[in-house]
């Protein structure tokens, strides 16, 4: 063939690329997961490993559904249907029905992501949509959670949950040893602070996680609970506690950090941080459920269209002034 | 090891021809030149159909301030002027298409020595000038207008710019290594325009260790000093490049001389030296010919109007699994339409690639990771930049910095969600400027 016959591909330059993609970023995530999965499956039994695999299942084939119904290209092997599903499943109690799992998938997928245009366009974290979704239909299903390395199944009040309905006497045997390593009740990858913390560091050495985020969310929820601590010890319980017990460490390094619900900038992100924490600080002391870090998240999800338009103003200002 | 600031990336280097030396690429029967080859106004052709011109001869005169000279880059015969070349940035262009008589004979009073220490600044400048030389590094700025900026602006630091910090590119590393006497003394010109105290240095990427040797062995004594670089993508850019080694910021719209640096890349120099010690006017170049799509990957010093077809069959032509053709290197090239481009005085090189992987791979929604912003050697936030242009709100671009993204290309590299961001930056700097109009 001669130089002149040749098909010739105009495209824009760079002609290289990184290799970096979000099926890479998603598995990895995945990944980054497997710890408190496995701690999931040592504590609360084989049945954590059911749960996981109907929501991971359940929100793929929701994705292809949708994909389908929308006439869009396939999604649903990005692997962020697969992260979804691994999150929802360590956000539900291991005693879980699996047809309210299947419940959980069908909102995490449809109403909080796919409704809103998919993967990127998504305001709020779907995975704790699913989970307040789930909590406000089947409250009693949803604080159902399981006594570690019971034979049956059997149901606990989380110590948080403990906290809020029987005072500080009530959670004063429970070691912090327990709580670090998750030997306690609760969702099912929530308790172990070990294997979450285990997950962040690849993700972290990936270069996936912004510190920023974890670090003011997990600072400020410290700083909060500490505060009233040294107020009144008899009353209320110390910070490590907090820090160590509910969704704090799974929400802060796993749900706040995700990139398309949390802010782009330095800035807007501390400020993120600081929101869920405070939030979180203020209705485990204050309100009417034991654990807030769901909703706090939510919340501040719904101001970061607004701190992102802040710190681009602040940009564009800056840029003027120059 | 010193680097700029913000930013950078670090893609596969690929300097497959390091190790190769220059070869000389015998003159086609056939040049086709250019008249656009520089920013600014195309030159005027000066010369007629079937006019007899020889080696060096002004063709086409420079038409304004920022304009170019061109020259005849071979003797013979001019067969015709072209009123529309597809040129290697993409556009159309004039250009004077020169028949060859094989002689190769220079016009009178070129290409001989010439005792050029005793010429007047006015004189070297009128020289270079004449000779037609512009940036080789890419941007094709006329050399003597850079030279010579207004009087108020006091330049202090002058920096040869040896980064080529393109993957695949070893255009300037072959120069450096081949011809470092040449290069020093066209800097000894180049910095002889400004004061005496002003203080130069030659900025060479850790990756080209035996330049950065021999160009510090050469310079050993003299007033010239050799500041090895961190291998960092877009490291040869003027405004990263200024950074690195003044530590001095360009703000938007500054050009360097606003912050008392001036650039120069190696190739430039090497035609500054030509044109004042030799008399001879910017005809060839040396350019890399690489990619995996070539049986032999080359760099070349080749006539200026030779044709990427004359160069695919010098260097045993092509495979059959080609589809791109890139005129500069990977990062900030050209995809050409066909191969029927000739080389201009900006060409560094001729990438004969195959990309269909990433031809396939679709734009994804943005995932605000946020690696945009964190590469970006600017500053800028390519993601909003981005979101903007597709929803066609150009005007709201400029607030953002777009006039201060040099189209780098290091936010797509990285983007994860594949998407386009240099492609929408470029199309929203097009449509602000029509809308100007």
């Known amino acids: 063939m001669t130089t002149q016959t040749r098909q010739l591909t105009v495209s824009h330059a760079p002609f290289v690329r990184s290799g970096d993609s979000i099926e890479k970023v998603m598995y990895t995530v995945a990944l980054a997961l497997l710890p ?5 499956i040592y504590y609360f039994g084989l049945r954590s490993l059911w749960v996981t695999l109907t929501s991971v299942i359940s929100c793929i084939v929701f994705e292809f559904l949708i994909n389908k119904i929308r006439k869009k290209d396939l999604t649903c092997f990005d692997g962020s249907a ?24 069908f909102a995490a997928i449809v109403i909080a992501k796919e409704l809103f245009g998919g993967l990127g366009y998504n305001i709020f974290n779907p995975v704790l949509v699913a989970r307040v979704f789930l909590l406000i239909s089947f409250p009693a299903e949803m604080t159902a959670w399981v006594v570690p390395h019971s034979v049956d199944m059997v149901t606990a009040a989380s110590p948080l949950g403990l906290l809020k309905t029987e005072g500080l006497s009530a959670i004063a045997n429970i070691s912090y040893w327990k709580l670090f390593m998750g030997e306690i009740g609760g969702s099912m990858g929530e308790t172990s602070a070990l294997a979450i913390l285990i997950g962040a560091l690849l993700l972290y050495a990936k270069g996936y996680i912004k510190l920023k985020i974890p670090l003011t969310f997990i600072a400020t929820t410290f700083l909060f609970t500490g505060l009233f601590y040294l107020i009144d010890p008899s009353k209320y319980a110390s910070p490590v506690f907090h820090l160590l017990s509910g969704g704090l460490m799974l929400g802060a390094f796993f749900m706040a950090t995700d990139w398309v619900t949390s802010p782009m900038l330095a800035r807007g992100q501390i400020i993120f941080g600081f929101g869920c924490g405070l939030l979180t600080g203020i ?11 769901a909703f706090s998240i939510l919340i501040m999800n719904a101001l970061v269209p607004l701190l992102d338009k802040w710190d681009l103003n602040s940009i564009a200002k800056g840029r003027r002034a120059h | 090891m010193r680097t700029f600031k913000k930013g950078g990336i670090h893609p596969p280097e690929n300097k497959i021809t390091a190790d190769i030396g220059i070869e000389i690429l015998p003159t086609p029967d056939i040049v ?17 159909k079937k006019q007899k011109v020889k080696k060096g001869q002004l063709i086409a005169e420079a038409d304004g301030f920022i304009s170019a000279h061109i020259h005849a880059t071979t003797s013979g015969m001019v067969k015709s002027i072209d009123e529309r070349v597809s040129s290697p940035a993409g556009q159309f262009s004039q250009a004077v298409v020169i028949e060859s008589d094989g002689q190769e004979e220079w016009a009178d009073g070129l290409n001989i020595d010439i005792d050029y220490e005793s010429l007047s600044r006015e004189e070297k400048l009128r020289k270079i000038q004449d000779a037609g030389i ?4 890419g941007a094709g700025f006329p050399a003597h207008v850079k030279l010579n900026p207004p009087p108020e602006k006091k330049v202090d630091t002058f920096i040869l710019n040896g980064a080529e910090c393109e993957p695949f590119l070893t255009t300037d590393h072959r120069l450096m290594l081949e011809k470092p006497e040449e290069i020093l ?10 004061d005496k105290d002003i203080k130069v240095y030659i900025g060479i990427e850790a990756n080209k260790a035996d330049a950065i040797k021999i160009m510090e062995e050469r310079t050993q004594g003299t007033r010239f000093e050799v500041v090895p670089l961190k291998a960092k993508f877009p490291q040869g850019c003027e405004k990263q490049l200024i950074n690195t080694v003044t530590g001095r910021v360009l703000a938007e719209g500054q050009l360097p001389f606003d912050v008392g640096c001036l650039v120069h890349n190696v190739a430039t120099i090497y035609a500054i030296y030509e044109a004042v010690a030799k008399n001879k006017p910017l005809i060839e170049r040396v350019f890399t010919v690489s990619g995996m799509e070539i049986n032999s990957r080359k760099n070349l010093r080749a006539t200026l109007g030779t044709k990427i077809t004359d160069i695919v069959d010098y260097c045993g032509g092509v495979t059959d699994e080609i589809n791109q053709v890139i005129v500069g290197g990977p990062m900030m090239g050209k995809a050409q339409f066909t191969f029927d481009v000739p080389i201009t005085k900006t060409t560094s090189g001729i990438l004969f690639i195959n990309n269909r992987g990433l031809e396939r791979s679709r734009e994804r929604a943005c995932i605000r990771c946020g690696k945009c912003v964190e590469v970006c050697p600017q500053g800028l936030q390519p993601w909003i930049m981005t979101d903007l242009a597709r929803l066609n709100q150009f005007e709201l671009l400029p607030a953002y910095g777009l006039n201060d993204c040099m189209e780098c290309g290091s936010c797509t590299f990285v983007c994860p969600a594949n998407r386009d961001i240099v492609h929408w ?7 602000n400027t029509r809308q100007k109009r």
């Open chain 1, 36 to 40: 408190a999965i496995a701690a999931a």
């Open chain 1, 82 to 105: 697969i992260v979804t599903g691994l999150l929802l499943s360590l956000n539900v109690p291991a005693g879980l029905p699996f047809w309210m799992v299947i419940f959980g998938s």
């Open chain 1, 283 to 293: 209705i485990r002391l204050f309100g009417g459920y034991p654990e807030g870090v």
């Open chain 2, 32 to 48: 086709t030149i250019l008249l656009s080859q520089h920013l600014g106004k195309p030159a005027k052709p000066v010369v007629k």
């Open chain 2, 134 to 137: 512009v940036g080789m590094g």
């Open chain 2, 185 to 194: 003394k066209g800097l000894d010109i180049a910095a002889s325009f400004f």
């Open chain 2, 425 to 431: 930056i470029k199309y929203a700097k097009v449509m």
